[in-house]
């Protein structure tokens, strides 16, 4: 039988519960960021710090910013901020795009 929607909210806190906790992906060890309904992304610490607000939006299914959709590593990509503090969330990989854009300015220079 499939989950009802609040089972599914219910199971999407208890890994957003279980990364505050933990705060890095096993195994491997990178680093965990939440991401909340509007697609950006916010860092553990303030997910924290928020709690209340993010557990009462998150199992209400509101679009007021503070539901967490998931939990996971952020790959790829160009450094983000989280949408709350502004700090910093680096991928994990780097960005790949990034060495295009330098190889480009060096052909430009030339």
Do not use: F
Not at 1 to 23: C, G, N
Not at 33 to 57: F, H, N, Q, T
């Amino acid at each position: 039988m499939p989950k009802t929607y609040r089972e599914q909210q219910v199971d999407v806190l208890r890994k957003v519960k279980q990364a505050i906790r933990d705060r890095y992906a096993w195994p491997g060890g990178y680093a965990l960021v939440a991401y909340m309904s509007d697609g950006s992304p916010m860092c553990l610490d303030c997910v924290r710090k928020e709690w209340r607000l993010i557990y009462r939006d998150t199992l209400d299914g509101s679009r007021s910013g503070w539901a967490v959709v998931g939990v996971d590593v952020y790959w790829e990509g160009p450094t983000e901020q989280c949408c709350h503090c502004n700090k910093e969330l680096p991928s994990e990989y780097g960005d790949p795009w990034a060495e295009e854009e330098d190889e480009d300015l060096l052909d430009a220079n030339i």
